[in-house]
T-cell receptor
Framework: GAGVSQSPSNKVTEKGKDVELRCDPI?????LYWYRQSLGQGLEFLIY????????KSGLPSDRFSAERTGGSVSTLTIQRTQQEDSAVYLC?????????????FGPGTRLTVT | AQTVTQSQPEMSVQEAETVTLSCTYDTSESDYYLFWYKQPPSRQMILVIRQEAYKQQNATENRFSVNFQKAAKSFSLKISDSQLGDAAMYFCAYRTSPYYGGATNKLIFGTGTLLAVQP
């Protein structure tokens, strides 16, 4: 079946603009995660959804970052007033239930470049 | 807080040979999960192998196996009969057991090891 998809694949934006990144998880997966991969910080967790609620938002780096999930499916990560340090690859993952041993299936990521 | 350390930024192996990638972690928890993920140039992370901390038997998946040393907090990945397609970035990751409660199911990643396979 279809895997996790993300759009756009690449995004170039000017500093100060807002961007929206989209994630389509595997159908039926209740858990959804966002991670950020950057040269300076490595792979870091941003937020975790179980259904439409986000029990763990601890990784969001500032209040410029927000995310939502609707219908227990698609999720959007929004970055307001982008800064150059936001440049990174944003990875989305989903898993069946979110249980500890659950495999997280990753999407191909969105490469964000802030100029 | 838990941390994961991969001390080998880059490794190289000859095709058909065996290579071991190192991973150590720090935690005060007794139950947890450990994972190795592979990230090829396509960027898509792929699960290679996983281990539950309370299981003493080392996990094996075809040519991939782990050496899990709980007391030493070590979780190394062995790749046997290396193939050109194994060339990728490999990440070790830690995940807390739900036993400890809390809401997080996040993966905590190491910094990765870039594996090159020489023909």
């Amino acid at each position: 079946g279809a895997g996790v998809s993300q759009s756009p694949s690449n995004k170039v934006t000017e500093k100060g603009k807002d961007v929206e990144l989209r994630c389509d998880p595997i159908s039926g997966h209740t858990a959804l995660y966002w991670y950020r991969q950057s040269l300076g910080q490595g792979l870091e967790f941003l937020i975790y959804f179980q259904g439409n609620s986000a029990p763990d938002k601890s990784g969001l780096p500032s209040d410029r970052f927000s995310a939502e999930r609707t219908g227990g499916s698609v999720s959007t990560l929004t970055i307001q007033r982008t800064q150059q340090e936001d440049s990174a690859v944003y990875l989305c993952a989903s898993s069946v239930t979110g249980g500890g041993f659950d495999e997280q299936y990753f999407g191909p990521g969105t490469r964000l470049t802030v100029t | 807080a838990q941390t994961v350390t991969q001390s080998q930024p880059e490794m190289s192996v000859q095709e058909a040979e065996t290579v071991t990638l190192s991973c150590t972690y720090d935690t005060s928890e007794s139950d947890y999960y450990l994972f190795w993920y592979k990230q090829p140039p396509s960027r898509q992370m792929i699960l290679v192998i996983r281990q539950e901390a309370y299981k003493q038997q080392n996990a094996t998946e075809n040519r991939f196996s782990v050496n899990f040393q709980k007391a030493a907090k070590s979780f190394s990945l062995k790749i046997s009969d290396s193939q050109l397609g194994d060339a990728a970035m490999y990440f070790c990751a830690y995940r807390t057991s739900p036993y400890y409660g809390g809401a997080t199911n996040k993966l905590i990643f190491g910094t990765g090891t870039l594996l090159a396979v020489q023909p």
